[in-house]
């Protein structure tokens, strides 16, 4: 089955981040689609329970930076940035300057994810 686009998390496997609570590259042997996107994982048991309830796992507002949500602006998220929030996976913009976490982390989160929430719900 060949892909062509990249897999989500640049490949990262989206149940690692709850499981381990860090970001595991999977492997594209173990790979599921959904809404459209591609995602690896690091062994089939993962891939299973993913495809068993794949919205508990993939990143809130389509893998894009959350504090740039926040701000009404889409930015790309670094997938080894990220927070789990209310049980979701939160990705943030890292670059040489800007550490988008370190700027949401200095807000009210709860704000920050009632701006967020809004911003993409009028986004769709």
């Known amino acids: 089955m060949t892909q062509n686009h990249s897999p989500e998390l640049q490949g990262h496997c989206p149940v690692a981040y709850f499981a381990l609570n860090q ?4 492997d594209s042997r173990f790979s599921s689609t959904h809404d459209g996107k591609v995602y690896h994982f690091v062994n089939e048991e993962v891939k299973q329970e993913f495809d068993r309830n794949p919205d508990k796992y993939v990143p809130a507002y389509g893998g894009l930076c959350a504090f740039g949500m ?3 602006k889409e930015f790309e998220a670094c997938p ?3 927070k789990i929030i209310n049980g ?3 990705l943030f913009l890292k670059n040489d300057d800007t ?3 370190e700027l949401w982390n ?3 989160e709860a704000k920050c994810l009632a701006n967020a929430d ?4 009028a986004r769709r």
């Open 23 to 26: 970001p595991m590259k999977g």
């Open 70 to 72: 926040s701000i009404d």
């Open 80 to 82: 080894t940035n990220f």
């Open 88 to 90: 979701k996976l939160h």
């Open 99 to 101: 550490d988008a976490l």
């Open 106 to 108: 200095k807000e009210n």
């Open 118 to 121: 809004k911003h993409w719900s």
